[in-house]
């Protein structure tokens, strides 16, 4: 009996695209026990944790992003998520004094406003990829809350985050039809 193939042979592109991913994967692997051996031995701060996360951005980012959500909303609010992470991994385990209370809602206030716009030009297209948006909004204003009741953080970005996320909620919920449709549409009931 004879088995009949009916997928395409790969292309000489993606033959070389598949051995350059399996090649680039052993190299970061190799890199992340690298600098966290080498940082075993030299004994001192723990700086290969931001060399590993560093890798993990990378390929996340760019060798290997996520396919199934390949818009600009989703790679922006993906991108916050690995610099928040970077910058706090490189405040408590590289420097004494701590400024990412004071840079990180910078970060993500700016964040912000560059989802809100890309969401607000094409909100008809964009609609269907609004939960990026909606969650960073979220932990936004949860991050402003946390800031300013546990963490006794009373900066200026901190107020900005929380303000800019409080009117950009109001602003989808209240002054667009769509934006309530389509949470309906996600969070049904029937």
């Known amino acids: 009996m004879r088995i009949k193939t009916v997928y395409p ?13 399996n090649i680039m994967k052993i190299v970061f692997v190799v890199a992340a026990l690298g600098s ?16 590993v996360w560093s890798l993990i ?6 060798l290997s992003p996520n396919i199934f959500e390949l818009n600009t909303i989703s790679i922006t609010v993906s991108l916050l998520f690995h610099v928040v992470v970077m910058l706090a991994l490189i405040d408590f ?20 406003i560059v989802a809100a716009v890309f ?5 008809k297209e964009d609609m269907h ?11 936004s204003l949860v991050g402003m809350v946390v800031s300013i009741v546990v963490l006794n953080e009373h900066s200026w970005p901190v107020i900005v985050m929380g303000s800019i996320s409080a009117v950009l909620l109001i602003v989808c919920i209240f002054f667009n039809k769509l934006f ?11």
Do not use: Q
């Open 9 to 21: 042979t790969l292309s000489k592109y993606s033959r070389f695209f598949v051995k350059f991913h």
């Open 36 to 51: 966290v051996i080498v940082n075993l031995f030299v004994k001192g701060k723990p700086w290969s944790i931001v060399v």
């Open 57 to 62: 951005t990378v390929w996340n980012l760019i």
């Open 93 to 112: 385990c590289l420097t004494i004094n701590s400024w990412a209370y004071f840079v990180i809602p910078i970060v993500v206030f700016s964040t912000l």
């Open 119 to 123: 969401f607000f030009i094409d909100i």
């Open 129 to 139: 990829n609004s939960m990026p948006v909606i969650w960073l909004i979220i932990l």
């Open 180 to 190: 309530m449709l389509e949470l309906k549409k996600r969070f049904h009931t029937k």
